[in-house]
């Protein structure tokens, strides 16, 4: 079975500060589908990314940066120079399919941004 | 608006009650999704359409639970007898066909459901 394991429940930081949100990952398969949403107030999920398990290269846009290294199951995401409109619950989540049909979420993790 | 539809955005009902939610997903999507979530939780998987065709549910989607997609546009989700475990967030989401999928799922708002 696929788990996906957010450890920080919630994080508060200083606007500007740069903060790194940590997402472990479980499957037994060697082909996965990684992904970021973030979840602001209004409840709608909204996608940041999806990162295939053979291909580990860092990804940058913006202010937003992830760092997938499948040897410690990680997929972590950073986000520089913070500003209070990330104030937003982030979920990481796995699928074993291309098409995401069956998305295993995180709890996810609370960032509150203070001016 | 193009996106993804919910309603009824807010729902009380009473344990034993019937209810039923509805999705009117993006136009060009033939995939529907839907997601229940939990207070502090993340999103749970309950099942998946192509066009009409429910290709998958959860093991969470009990016998009182039924989705429809009759003419493989907007869905259906309908839950009989309401218990006070069902009272979450229910999401619907779409996405493209295969092909022009990038995985990328669009969400609703979603329908809260609160069961007294």
């Known amino acids: 079975a696929q788990k996906v394991t957010q450890a920080q429940t919630e994080i508060s930081v200083v606007e500007k500060e740069d903060v790194t949100l940590d997402c472990v990952y479980e499957?037994?398969?060697?082909?996965?589908?990684l992904f970021w949403y973030k979840q602001p107030p209004s409840g709608e999920l909204v996608f940041l990314i999806r990162r295939n398990s053979f291909d580990e290269q860092n990804e940058i846009s913006g202010r937003y940066s992830w760092n997938f290294q499948k040897s410690t199951s990680s997929f972590n995401f950073t986000i520089t120079a913070s500003q209070v409109v990330d104030s937003a619950v982030y979920f990481c989540?796995?699928?074993?399919?291309?098409?995401?049909?069956?998305?295993?979420f995180g709890q996810g993790t609370r960032l509150t941004i203070n001016p | 608006d193009t996106g993804v539809s919910q309603n009824p955005r807010h729902k009380i009902t009473k344990r034993g009650q019937n209810v039923t939610f509805r999705c009117d997903p993006i136009s060009e999507h033939n995939r529907l999704y839907w997601y229940r979530q939990t207070l502090g939780q993340g999103p749970e998987f309950l099942t998946y359409f192509q066009n009409e065709a429910q290709l998958e549910k959860s093991r969470l989607l009990s016998d009182r639970f039924s989705a429809e997609r009759p003419k493989g546009s907007f869905s259906t989700l309908e839950i009989q007898r309401t218990e006070q475990g069902d009272s979450a967030m229910y999401l619907c989401?779409?996405?493209?066909?295969?092909?022009?999928?990038?995985?990328?799922?669009?969400f609703g708002e979603g329908s809260r459901l609160t069961v007294l």
């Open positions: 499957t037994r398969d060697t082909t996965y589908y």
């Open positions: 989401a779409s996405s493209f066909p295969t092909g022009l999928n990038t995985g990328e799922l669009f």
């Open positions: 989540a796995l699928s074993l399919i291309q098409g995401a049909q069956k998305l295993v």
